[in-house]
C-alpha cells in the first residue's frame, strides 16, 4: 500500500494561491482516483477535489470549483491542488487520499489510504 506525504501549505492572504503537493510512496494503479479533502477546526472533513488517476476525470465540490485545480504526474507519482482567489472559509488541514475506484473517490468512508495533513490557513 502506497503512504502519501503532502506538503505547500501556509498562510496566505485572501485572494492569494497556494499549490499543495501530494507524493505518493509508489505507483497508482489508473483506475485509482487521488482527491483532496479538507477539515476545518471543529467540523468534519470534506470533500474537495478529484482525479482519476488517468488523468481524464475530475470533479470539484461547489464551493472550490473555478478557483481549484487538481492535477497529477502519473511520473513522479505526485498529485496537486492548485488554490487561486482563496478565501478565509478555506482554512483548514488539506488531506490527500487515493480510492480504490473513481465512483467512490468523494466519500471520505471509501479512502484506502491518508496523507497526514498540512494546514492552510487564509488571512482576511
Known amino acids: 500500500q502506497v503512504q502519501l506525504v503532502e506538503s505547500g501549505g501556509g498562510l496566505v492572504q485572501a485572494g492569494g494561491s497556494l499549490r499543495l503537493s501530494c507524493a505518493a510512496s509508489g505507483r497508482i494503479s489508473s483506475e485509482r482516483a487521488m482527491s483532496w479533502f479538507r477539515q476545518a477546526p471543529g467540523k468534519e472533513r470534506m470533500f474537495v477535489a478529484t482525479i482519476r488517476w488517468s488523468g481524464d476525470v475530475t470533479f470539484y465540490a461547489d464551493s472550490v470549483n473555478g478557483r481549484f485545480t487538481i492535477s497529477r504526474d502519473s511520473a513522479l507519482n505526485t498529485g496537486y491542488l492548485q488554490m487561486n482567489s482563496l478565501k478565509p472559509e478555506d482554512t483548514a488541514v488539506y488531506y490527500c487520499?487515493?480510492?480504490?475506484?473513481?465512483?467512490?473517490?468523494?466519500?471520505?468512508?471509501?479512502?484506502?489510504?491518508w496523507g497526514q495533513g498540512t494546514l492552510v490557513t487564509v488571512s482576511s
Open positions: 487520499a487515493v480510492t480504490e475506484k473513481w465512483i467512490l473517490a468523494r466519500r471520505a468512508d471509501h479512502v484506502e489510504v
